[in-house]
């Protein structure tokens, strides 16, 4: 993002876009911490105040796609500037779902609190899973704002074992689901929790994605690690 | 010496040369002629070698280093005229190479002293770019010293809260928050400081407070044990005087109902009286190692407290009083330090054995003098014994493995607290050895240095 362009104006425009997207990102990650402490002291207050800030992430998202449909419209970029400004569309979506999946979580803590079961299901086993999406989302916008494709392979490869940890949780519930069969609202209930923060992760694999995007110029959505790194060898 | 005197010796030279010879075929005047116009053409040509060395060597100091001091004498081979002028220049290099020099060495100072301060510090540009940061705020902030040059600082530390004092321009506020790089395990906090300087520039400084907010929370925590501990037994104590007061009672019930309230005052008055050792202990300057006391003594002290301790819990009770076993070799040497304390402490373990153990139990305290010429203070019983979890935090304040069970036998939580302290003023080291139905040992072993035969 320090490539200079021959309209000054038109730098520091992209500057600011990327600095919203960095705003947001910061609000959406503190969203998936508090969510993830709600979640660990089972604290109604704190599943409510991030139901509440969710509004915020979603007006950010609309600011956003409206400064970077003006500049497209404007400055008609190309090349890299038109690859940031797309990447930087897609980010925007996924941040977006992030901050959904965190309302998602907020709002299932929220029920099992008020709801007083679900204490004696295996919650202690979602932490290895929460805070590994939560260091994937922190890394990712790390790696967006130093557009490091190295430090978005690393992220890529990580994701496996969130969806990994999340396959095991599942086999968990089913065991608790086959041993009481009153305990299968809560475990499904619980079962959507952990969707929710493998999604989380699934949102950190696309950014890193975009990441690569931006500075290689090639789509690797869709395709193997193996095939990713094999495309990025090539000059 | 001018330019033009050599000019002028050359061309006399050369028509002196040339008029010689030449003044035959073209005559005396035009001889002198052509001889003067060699004689300037040899000058020339010399003077423009002596020129473009002088050049080559400036285009060299070009492309060298500032800091080679070598690449800055000049050419040899130089005459006169450009003699003089290398050695300006070089001399006037000179002057500025040091003057770098030392600029660079002062500079080099600063970034040291910066390196060397415990907090992180970040220079921030008009743009609020970074553009030198220390290692501190590398760790605090997960930063890479080198590559996040000019990155915007907002793109790499995302906290909202900092993110709006950084736009609102908070100055004097300090802006609390938890680092980057803080796992579960190891949480980390910070404080960050803002502080414009120069033209337009920030001076980002950042703190750890870990530890600060964990005093502060365990001060908060103890504050809160000790009300709890002191407003149980005044409830009780509040509740048996009203009942005294409204109701009729025969001498029998008042009595009983004395003999209780009694019992709590007791309870609150121990409390009282371990908070005040271990502020004491908190307070009071390191013991004197110079006095020395038999251990025997110590000993005997303990066992006859810990026997009328027993006696007692086995008249309320009424069960079999405790098995208490003492050491009874004559010869125990003696110890260095404060003897109250250190009485304080063995006895605080001794019924701490009694206290956790149904009546009947059996007490062991063993002294021991090990090889290394360390000794172990012992105390076993065989008791229930205590849970893995519990072990690691017997020793803090008001921590308590069966709180109602504990309570009621009159301890106040603080005692293992005590024993931790005086020991760790002698350097002594506590250890605790214990399973679920196999009883448990305690340990204290005393540095060489404070034992004597």
């Not at chain 1, 000054?8 to 993830?36: C, K, P, Y």
């Not at chain 2, 070698?49 to 060298?64: C, I, N």
């Given at each position: 993002?320090?490539?200079?362009?021959?309209?000054?104006?038109?730098?520091?425009?992209?500057?600011?876009?990327?600095?919203?997207?960095?705003?947001?990102?910061?609000?959406?990650?503190?969203?998936?911490?508090?969510?993830?402490?709600?979640?660990?002291?089972?604290?109604?207050?704190?599943?409510?105040?991030?139901?509440?800030?969710?509004?915020?992430?979603?007006?950010?998202?609309?600011?956003?796609?409206?400064?970077?449909?003006?500049?497209?419209?404007?400055?008609?970029?190309?090349?890299?500037?038109?690859?940031?400004?797309?990447?930087?569309?897609?980010?925007?979506?996924?941040?977006?779902?992030?901050?959904?999946?965190?309302?998602?979580?907020?709002?299932?803590?929220?029920?099992?609190?008020?709801?007083?079961?679900?204490?004696?299901?295996?919650?202690?086993?979602?932490?290895?899973?929460?805070?590994?999406?939560?260091?994937?989302?922190?890394?990712?916008?790390d790696a967006f704002a130093r557009l490091d494709v190295s430090a978005a392979i690393v992220i890529m490869k990580e994701d496996d074992l969130i969806d990994r940890e999340f396959k095991g949780f599942t086999r968990?519930?089913?065991?608790?689901?086959?041993?009481?069969?009153?305990?299968?609202?809560?475990?499904?209930?619980?079962?959507?929790?952990?969707?929710?923060?493998?999604?989380?992760?699934?949102?950190?694999?696309?950014?890193?994605?975009?990441?690569?995007?931006?500075?290689?110029?090639?789509?690797?959505?869709?395709?193997?690690?193996?095939?990713?790194?094999?495309?990025?060898?090539?000059? | 010496?001018?330019?033009?005197?050599?000019?002028?010796?050359?061309?006399?030279?050369?028509?002196?040369?040339?008029?010689?010879?030449?003044?035959?075929?073209?005559?005396?005047?035009?001889?002198?002629?052509?001889?003067?116009?060699?004689?300037?053409?040899?000058?020339?040509?010399?003077?423009?070698?002596?020129?473009?060395?002088?050049?080559?060597?400036?285009?060299?100091?070009?492309?060298?280093?500032?800091?080679?001091?070598?690449?800055?004498?000049?050419?040899?081979?130089?005459?006169?005229?450009?003699?003089?002028?290398?050695?300006?220049?070089?001399?006037?290099?000179?002057?500025?190479?040091?003057?770098?020099?030392?600029?660079?060495?002062?500079?080099?100072?600063?970034?040291?002293?910066?390196?060397?301060?415990?907090?992180?510090?970040?220079?921030?540009?008009?743009?609020?770019?970074?553009?030198?940061?220390?290692?501190?705020?590398?760790?605090?902030?997960?930063?890479?010293?080198?590559?996040?040059?000019?990155?915007?600082?907002?793109?790499?530390?995302?906290?909202?809260?900092?993110?709006?004092?950084?736009?609102?321009?908070?100055?004097?506020?300090?802006?609390?928050?938890?680092?980057?790089?803080?796992?579960?395990?190891?949480?980390?906090?910070?404080?960050?400081?803002?502080?414009?300087?120069?033209?337009?520039?920030?001076?980002?400084?950042?703190?750890?407070?870990?530890?600060?907010?964990?005093?502060?929370?365990?001060?908060?925590?103890?504050?809160?044990?000790?009300?709890?501990?002191?407003?149980?037994?005044?409830?009780?104590?509040?509740?048996?005087?009203?009942?005294?007061?409204?109701?009729?009672?025969?001498?029998?019930?008042?009595?009983?109902?004395?003999?209780?309230?009694?019992?709590?005052?007791?309870?609150?008055?121990?409390?009282?009286?371990?908070?005040?050792?271990?502020?004491?202990?908190?307070?009071?300057?390191?013991?004197?190692?110079?006095?020395?006391?038999?251990?025997?003594?110590?000993?005997?002290?303990?066992?006859?407290?810990?026997?009328?301790?027993?006696?007692?819990?086995?008249?309320?009770?009424?069960?079999?009083?405790?098995?208490?076993?003492?050491?009874?070799?004559?010869?125990?040497?003696?110890?260095?330090?404060?003897?109250?304390?250190?009485?304080?402490?063995?006895?605080?373990?001794?019924?701490?054995?009694?206290?956790?153990?149904?009546?009947?139990?059996?007490?062991?305290?063993?002294?021991?003098?090990?090889?290394?010429?360390?000794?172990?203070?012992?105390?076993?019983?065989?008791?229930?014994?205590?849970?893995?979890?519990?072990?690691?935090?017997?020793?803090?304040?008001?921590?308590?493995?069966?709180?109602?069970?504990?309570?009621?036998?009159?301890?106040?939580?603080?005692?293992?607290?005590?024993?931790?302290?005086?020991?760790?003023?002698?350097?002594?080291?506590?250890?605790?050895?214990?399973?679920?139905?196999?009883?448990?040992?305690?340990?204290?072993?005393?540095?060489?240095?404070?034992?004597?035969?």
């Amino acid at each position: 993002m320090n490539e200079k362009h021959l309209s000054s104006q038109f730098d520091s425009d992209l500057n600011n876009i990327s600095s919203q997207l960095m705003a947001m990102g910061g609000l959406v990650e503190t969203q998936v911490h508090r969510a993830i402490a709600a979640l660990a002291g089972f604290s109604a207050t704190l599943a409510a105040e991030v139901i509440e800030t969710d509004d915020q992430v979603d007006n950010m998202e609309v600011t956003i796609d409206r400064a970077l449909t003006s500049i497209i419209a404007l400055r008609q970029p190309t090349a890299r500037d038109l690859r940031l400004l797309l990447a930087i569309s897609k980010i925007t979506t996924n941040l977006e779902r992030v901050g959904d999946e965190t309302h998602k979580i907020a709002r299932m803590v929220k029920s099992i609190v008020e709801s007083g079961g679900a204490r004696n299901m295996p919650i202690g086993d979602l932490r290895v899973a929460t805070d590994l999406a939560a260091d994937l989302i922190h890394r990712a916008l790390d790696a967006f704002a130093r557009l490091d494709v190295s430090a978005a392979i690393v992220i890529m490869k990580e994701d496996d074992l969130i969806d990994r940890e999340f396959k095991g949780f599942t086999r968990k519930l089913i065991t608790y689901m086959v041993e009481d069969p009153r305990a299968i609202s809560d475990s499904l209930n619980l079962l959507f929790l952990a969707k929710a923060v493998e999604r989380i992760g699934d949102h950190a694999k696309n950014i890193a994605e975009f990441i690569i995007y931006i500075v290689k110029g090639t789509d690797v959505r869709h395709s193997s690690l193996t095939q990713v790194e094999t495309a990025l060898q090539e000059p | 010496m001018s330019r033009f005197l050599f000019l002028f010796a050359f061309m006399l030279i050369g028509a002196g040369l040339f008029g010689a010879v030449f003044s035959a075929p073209l005559g005396t005047n035009w001889g002198l002629l052509a001889g003067g116009l060699a004689g300037a053409l040899v000058w020339l040509v010399r003077e423009d070698r002596q020129g473009r060395r002088l050049l080559d060597w400036l285009s060299a100091l070009k492309k060298t280093p500032v800091s080679d001091a070598a690449a800055i004498a000049s050419p040899a081979r130089l005459s006169f005229f450009w003699r003089e002028f290398a050695e300006h220049a070089e001399r006037v290099l000179r002057l500025h190479h040091r003057a770098l020099q030392k600029q660079r060495l002062r500079t080099e100072n600063l970034i040291d002293a910066l390196q060397a301060t415990p907090n992180g510090i970040i220079m921030l540009d008009a743009r609020r770019r970074i553009q030198w940061m220390n290692t501190f705020a590398c760790l605090h902030f997960a930063l890479d010293a080198e590559r996040d040059i000019g990155q915007s600082i907002t793109h790499l530390l995302r906290d909202p809260v900092f993110v709006a004092g950084l736009v609102r321009q908070e100055f004097c506020k300090p802006i609390l928050l938890t680092s980057p790089c803080s796992t579960p395990r190891q949480p980390m906090r910070l404080s960050l400081q803002l502080c414009p300087y120069g033209k337009n520039r920030l001076l980002l400084l950042s703190q750890e407070i870990t530890h600060i907010e964990k005093a502060e929370a365990g001060q908060r925590a103890f504050i809160a044990n000790v009300s709890h501990e002191l407003r149980t037994p005044l409830t009780v104590l509040a509740g048996f005087i009203e009942t005294l007061q409204t109701l009729p009672l025969d001498e029998e019930e008042r009595q009983d109902y004395l003999a209780r309230m009694e019992r709590q005052a007791l309870q609150m008055q121990t409390l009282v009286a371990d908070l005040l050792t271990l502020s004491c202990l908190e307070e009071s300057p390191p013991p004197d190692f110079t006095q020395w006391s038999p251990i025997r003594g110590l000993l005997t002290v303990c066992a006859a407290e810990a026997r009328a301790f027993a006696g007692l819990i086995a008249k309320n009770a009424q069960a079999k009083a405790h098995q208490i076993h003492f050491p009874a070799d004559a010869g125990l040497g003696e110890i260095a330090g404060n003897a109250r304390e250190l009485q304080s402490a063995f006895s605080n373990l001794v019924h701490n054995a009694i206290r956790h153990t149904p009546p009947g139990s059996r007490v062991d305290v063993y002294w021991q003098h090990n090889e290394d010429g360390s000794a172990t203070l012992t105390v076993q019983d065989n008791g229930p014994g205590i849970a893995p979890e519990h072990l690691s935090r017997l020793t803090e304040r008001f921590y308590r493995v069966d709180p109602g069970r504990s309570r009621e036998s009159g301890g106040t939580g603080l005692g293992l607290s005590i024993v931790k302290h005086v020991l760790q003023r002698h350097g002594a080291a506590l250890e605790i050895d214990s399973a679920p139905g196999q009883g448990a040992r305690f340990s204290a072993t005393f540095p060489k240095s404070g034992i004597r035969h």
